[in-house]
């Protein structure tokens, strides 16, 4: 009997929807469509309620999905914004603070780079690159960071508190992904450890050259130091040289074009963000 229950369970399953697989923002809008479904029954059998509320949330557990079609109107109905909350979202995060505000691009980052002699225009005047005074100094502490295993800057560049003992900070590299953790919290995710130490190494150079360096907030760092990084030219992982890519990265309710910079010799994601 207990064989062809499991038998039965087996059947109704369905793995690529569910554990692993499972979409937050479709289980939510599944979740609130059993409990109208059972508010409903409720006017009329109160009694049954309960067992409707059970046998629509025990299909969403093992299907995924209680109404089909859940995708589509998931991404038609859930703004971006939203669907982002659920961190289910097809366009990989390049740099997450985690706990800071995510109210998109506070700050105007290109003239704030221009004037601290980080960015400069090229010889004919359309487009932007790194000046060779910060590209070397850059790369410099690049190699330093990648040999020091972060050192106090990295507290700096978190925006913890300059008395910070670094010791209290640490970081765990999940392939490709790097967490940062402050006394086992997690603080922080970078694309890639090789992105982490790229950001450690210009959050120091960044406050020596913009005197509102320590105002800003964690966003707006993340912002300028995210900018500074589209200009990378080498991997902070083994010196070779990136390649900038545009692929379609999809989910069951989310489709968004990623532009990433990557190792053309180990592979490594230096830069994920969506367009």
Request: hydrophobic share 40%; charged share 25%.
């Amino acid at each position: 009997m207990r064989t062809g229950a499991r038998s039965v369970l087996s059947d109704l399953r369905r793995p690529e929807y569910t554990g692993e697989n499972r979409c937050t923002p479709c289980t939510v809008v599944n979740v609130a469509i059993a409990l109208g479904i059972s508010t409903v029954v409720a006017l009329f059998a109160p009694l049954l309620a309960p067992v409707a509320l059970g046998l629509c949330l025990a299909a969403i557990y093992l299907r995924g999905y209680l109404v089909p079609g859940t995708p589509e109107l998931t991404e038609r109905f859930f703004p971006d914004r939203v669907l982002r909350w659920f961190d289910k979202a097809p366009n990989r995060t390049d740099v997450t603070l985690i706990g800071a505000p995510d109210e998109g691009a506070a700050i105007d980052s290109e003239p704030i780079l221009r004037d601290a002699d980080v960015l400069e225009f090229t010889p004919d005047g359309t487009d932007l690159r790194l000046t060779d005074e910060f590209r070397n100094e850059w790369r410099e502490r690049v190699t330093a960071v990648r040999e020091s295993e972060y050192d106090p800057s990295l507290a700096r560049l978190l925006g913890t508190a300059e008395d910070v003992d670094p010791d209290a900070l640490d970081v765990r590299i999940d392939e490709p992904a790097a967490t940062v953790l402050r006394d086992g919290t997690p603080v922080a995710v970078w694309p890639s450890e090789a992105a982490l130490v790229a950001d450690v190494a210009a959050g120091p150079l960044l406050r020596e050259r913009l005197p509102r360096w320590d105002a800003w907030d964690l966003g707006d760092r993340g912002q300028l130091l995210h900018a500074v990084r589209v200009f990378l030219e080498r991997c902070p992982n083994c010196d070779g040289e990136l390649a900038l890519a545009e692929e379609t990265v999809e989910s069951c309710c989310r489709t968004a074009e990623v532009v990433t910079l990557t190792c053309r010799a180990c592979d490594t994601p230096v830069l994920e963000v969506a367009v």
